[in-house]
């Protein structure tokens, strides 16, 4: 997931279990500002209605290295909504872009 000297590109998609995308938008609401404290960017966030199988929500980050995604993925406020989220989110695909 690393490139650019180091710099973490990554798109995520987002699509919510049947009748749960004002849930997962909530729930990205809340973790998404948090991001920014592990010095990393929410570069664009869209929100989509999830028709003929798209996704819910397309989100691009940059993180400053591996390190600062890590963290952000082991805030201990994440694994906190683990159900908030699990009961939103059917799945989730992450990978690396560049942009």
Do not use: K, S
């Amino acid at each position: 997931m690393t490139t650019d000297a180091g710099v973490v590109r990554l798109c995520c998609l987002l699509w919510a279990r049947p009748g749960r995308a004002d849930a997962l938008h909530a729930y990205e609401d809340r973790v998404l500002p948090w991001i920014a404290e592990h010095g990393g960017e929410v570069v664009h966030r869209a929100l989509a209605d999830g028709a003929d199988g798209h996704p819910h929500e397309v989100q691009l980050f940059r993180f400053p290295d591996q390190a600062a995604l890590d963290a952000y993925l082991r805030d201990p406020r994440r694994a906190a909504l683990t159900a908030e989220r699990d009961a939103a989110i059917a799945r989730t695909d992450l990978f690396p872009v560049r942009f």
